[in-house]
């Protein structure tokens, strides 16, 4: 995703509101795990309902908190720090897809999964969407 400004942000710019950057912030969340961006160092898909056990309690050690489901947050929980705080989180785990194939497991199940997940090609991509909102704040 290429990011530029639209008319209305280039030439009335305004600042969000917090309810504004977290609406912004669960939109790219979403965008990213529905491209599986998060599914090679999260284990988060479109599909993954509820999220992963082992990504939900890295974040709690980590961040002090459980950010998931990111898109359920209550107003009470929503704070700038917070927000940031597991944008920062997710640039850690994020990775780009590589090609999607037919694969077979070790007890002969086919399946169909991505042939990689590189890390080096998904952080430019994220990174660049992030400003998105880094940049409205």
């Known amino acids: 995703m290429n990011y530029r400004t639209y008319y209305s942000e280039r030439n009335n710019p305004k600042k969000l509101t917090l309810i504004e950057l977290y609406k912004r912030f669960s939109s790219l969340y979403l965008y990213f795990r ?28 980590k961040l002090g908190f459980n950010p998931f489901p990111i ?34 497991s070790e007890t002969g199940w086919n399946y169909h999964d991505y042939d990689s997940y590189d890390i080096s090609a998904g952080l430019p991509v994220f990174s660049c969407t992030d400003k998105i909102i880094c940049q409205s704040w």
Do not use: C
């Open 34 to 61: 529905d491209q599986d961006f998060f599914k090679g160092e999260a284990g988060i898909t479109k599909d993954s309902d509820p999220d992963p056990d082992e990504i939900m309690n890295k974040a709690q050690l």
């Open 71 to 104: 898109t359920k947050w209550n107003e009470a929980n929503i704070s700038e720090d917070r927000i940031l705080d597991t944008l920062e989180f997710l640039y850690d785990h994020v990775s780009k897809p590589g090609e999607w194939t037919a694969m077979t």
